[in-house]
């Protein structure tokens, strides 16, 4: 036993005596570095969409002799528009004593700091290098590069070149297309517009058509319509428009940043209408169903119509700015009777009569707030009829049909008539003209005007006449032999 041990204890010491003589590996000891100089090829750059793939600007610095292999030397390229170097840009190379800058990514730098576009700013800008693992960093001096950002322009093409005639048969219909390229300025996000205005407008207060991020566009023939008219075309005039996109960076369409080149098209334009809507009782209060009346330009506020009363009801209506009840509803600010249009009034009541039955010419103003309505008769006058200019010949109204007509009138060759209301050249509640009131219809069959001119008659003989109201501001007649 005592033997055992004490070989155990051999082999203890010797195991120690090894341990004892293993040293440990000397740490490198490294020199250190020098911060590196920088400098640049220029300090004045101009970036511009032509050198986009060109070097523009290189940069070079002294080796901060390191005492390892330059190749595991890490140096960091910082830029910034300030001193301190807040808010500062980085490139990273590794081993290289410079570096080259194309003018896409000159530009992408200047980009990050919001620079504003074509105007030279400063640019500072250090290199800081270190070991691969950045131990021992040293910053270099500092220094400053003037550069001005650009912005990629944008092109825009059309569909067709060709003049546009709008008109009520193609208003729903997109009449004509673009397609634009994109503007890019660093990472920023850009939204676009149509802008439009007529040639010689300069784009001084120009229609606008949002289209968001989307690099394509169509334009509606009513929307195009209406801005054409706003823009200064005549309605049913023709003229020449000028388009052009906008292109804004991140501003919600007010501060333009990029515009692309005009774009010019001739465009015929068609005299707009605009609806309101009149259900009530009489009609079983459907306004998707009911009688409308109609405004235009340039008194786009000013409303007016024809609708027939049946007999019976309880004369309730009111007027609408939609086919439903989802809109505004305009009924009277008094009464009921007392002509004052009012988005919160109680039910209109059409006029004394009205309850045997009756044909009325309504009129409100969406402007003025206020609201009119006549009971209606027609007749023709004129030395071409029975009675001459002194004596109406009266017309029948066909509910069914929404007309009025006389058959079998004779009529005389040379002279000529007019349709007339209520037996009155100046009843009140019609348009004024003038200085009066004007109740009678007459100029072209196909779209009568009040206080048109009179309709000659070039044929003695037996004739039918028919009046047509149903359709606001679209009146029309035929006589037929």
């Keep these: 036993m005592k033997y055992l041990i004490k070989i155990i204890l051999g082999i203890i010491c010797i195991a120690g005596f090894l341990t004892a003589c293993d040293k440990p590996d000397v740490v490198p ?3 250190n570095g020098t911060p590196s100089v920088l400098s640049s ?4 750059v101009v970036t511009q969409l032509s050198d986009s793939n060109t070097n523009v600007v290189k940069f070079s610095w002294t080796n901060p002799m390191y005492a390892t292999d330059s190749a595991t030397q890490k140096f ?25 800058l194309t003018g896409n990514q000159l530009n992408t730098i200047l980009a990050q700091f919001g620079l504003a576009i074509g105007v030279p700013s400063t640019l500072n800008v250090r290199v ?24 990629t322009p944008i092109v825009l093409t059309q569909s067709s070149t060709n003049a546009l005639t709008l008109s009520v048969n193609n208003s729903a219909d997109t009449v004509v297309t673009f397609n634009w390229t994109g503007a890019e300025y660093g990472t920023d996000t850009t939204t676009y517009a149509l802008q439009f205005d007529t040639v010689g407008g300069k784009f001084a207060s120009p229609q606008l058509i949002e289209f968001g991020t989307s690099l394509y566009g169509g334009i509606v023939g009513d929307s195009l319509n209406l801005d054409a008219i706003a823009a200064g075309i005549s309605a049913g005039g ?27 098209i001739n465009v015929t334009t068609f005299l707009p209408f605009f609806y309101l809507y009149v259900p009530g009782d009489y009609e079983g209060w459907n306004p998707a169903a009911a009688p409308e ?15 027939y009363v049946p007999a019976g009801g309880t004369d309730l209506f009111k007027i609408t700015t939609q086919p439903s009840f989802n809109g505004t509803n305009y009924g009277d600010g008094g009464s009921g ?23 009325c010419y309504l009129t409100a103003n969406t402007s003025t707030l206020t609201w009119s309505a006549i009971v209606t008769t027609w007749s023709i006058i004129g030395d071409a ?50 200085n009066s009131p004007q109740s009678s219809l007459g100029g072209s069959l196909t779209g009568l005007s009040y206080g048109g001119a009179n309709i000659p008659i070039t044929q003695t003989g037996t004739y039918n006449i028919v009046l047509n109201l149903s359709s606001p501001l679209n009146y029309t007649a035929t006589i037929t032999q």
Aim: avoid cysteine.
């Design 29 to 31: 000891n490294f020199k």
């Design 41 to 44: 090829s220029a300090s004045t």
């Design 76 to 100: 960091v390229l910082e830029f910034d528009t300030s001193a301190n170097f807040t808010h500062e840009f980085t490139l990273v190379e590794n081993g290289a004593l410079d570096t080259s």
């Design 128 to 151: 800081t290098s270190s070991y691969a693992n950045n131990n021992e960093q040293y910053r270099s001096n500092v220094i400053a590069i003037t550069a001005a950002p650009y912005i």
């Design 238 to 264: 023709s003229g020449n428009l000028e388009f052009r996109i906008v292109g804004y960076l991140g501003d919600n369409y007010t501060k333009p940043s990029v515009f692309s080149d005009t774009i010019k």
């Design 293 to 307: 009346l109609a405004s235009t330009v340039p008194n786009v506020n000013a409303y007016e119509g024809y609708v």
């Design 337 to 359: 009777t007392s002509g004052t249009l009012s988005a919160s009034g109680g039910n209109m009541m059409w006029p004394a009569g009205a309850a045997n039955g009756a044909y």
């Design 385 to 434: 009829t029975p009675g001459g200019w002194n004596t109406d010949t009266q017309l029948t109204y066909d509910p069914n049909n929404n007309d009025w007509y006389i058959n079998g009138v004779t009529l005389t060759a040379g002279g000529s008539i007019k349709f007339r209301a209520n037996d009155n050249w100046n009843a009140a509640g019609f348009p004024i003209i003038g």
